[in-house]
């Protein structure tokens, strides 16, 4: 089995190219491994993953590759479990929701944090909340920013599990341990079926999303967004 873990704890494992093109190229890898039967994905410490790194180093990028890791998870002919402890934020949200089982801590949460700093959804996000939980929840996700208890996700069909905070490593190493001693073969043609079945857009969209974050990355609300990210007050957006 492949464990990899989102290993920045002190940002709350919030993630920069570097850290994106290793994971893509991790997954890309298991592909190809047989010996790899399944993939586990977690975060270091008290978070999943908090979203990008706003600090503004070594994301040069980060909104392609992040598609890229989306797609490599979704596409990967092998069983994904997401351990969620925490926040799932950002692009953590559908870094999580890509893979094929999300096993959450009851006090994990997930956020669609991008219209927070002036940006919006990536990684695939706006397909695949959609495909999960539906338009109008995934709308109300993205442009409202609102925090989804894990309890709430688990009800609306977002993750597959919800467990008592000190249980879910051992849920969570159940439910992967199953994985790794089932059927690989008939695990990749399940998840064919499935991508085909609710992500045939997933490219396309992510195309959208990639155009849309460099198009309002220049503009003066990010700018704002993410000074009052960094002073811990509200912004005041003014729509240019």
Not at 23 to 34: H, N, P, T, Y
Not at 132 to 157: V, Y
Not at 216 to 226: F, I, K, S
């Amino acid at each position: 089995m492949l464990r990899v873990v989102l290993d920045k704890p002190e940002k709350l494992n919030a993630v920069d190219t570097p850290m994106l093109v290793a994971l893509r190229d991790a997954v890309s890898a298991a592909g190809i491994d047989d010996s790899i039967r399944a993939m586990t994905l977690t975060g270091a410490g008290r978070a999943f993953c908090s979203g990008g790194d706003l600090s503004g180093k070594d994301t040069r990028g980060a909104t392609n590759v992040a598609a890229e890791v989306i797609a490599a998870i979704t596409e990967l002919p092998k069983p994904v479990v997401a351990g969620v402890r925490g926040a799932a934020v950002g692009v953590g949200c559908p870094l999580a929701l890509a893979c094929d089982l999300v096993v959450a801590a009851q006090s994990a949460f997930f956020q669609l944090a991008f219209t927070k700093v002036g940006l919006m959804t990536d990684g695939g996000a706006s397909a695949l909340l959609p495909a999960a939980i539906g338009r109008a929840r995934a709308a109300r996700m993205a442009l409202l920013a609102e925090k989804i208890t894990a309890t709430t996700a688990f009800e609306w069909g977002m993750i597959s599990h919800v467990v008592p905070d000190d249980g879910h490593d051992t849920e969570f190493e159940a439910v992967a341990q199953a994985l790794a001693g089932g059927p690989t073969l008939s695990y990749g043609w399940i998840k064919c079926a499935l991508r085909t079945a609710t992500l045939s857009e997933l490219m396309e969209t992510q195309t959208i999303e990639v155009e849309g974050q460099q198009a309002l990355y220049h503009t003066a609300d990010v700018r704002e967004g993410v000074r009052a990210y960094r002073h811990r007050r509200e912004p005041h957006f003014r729509g240019r």
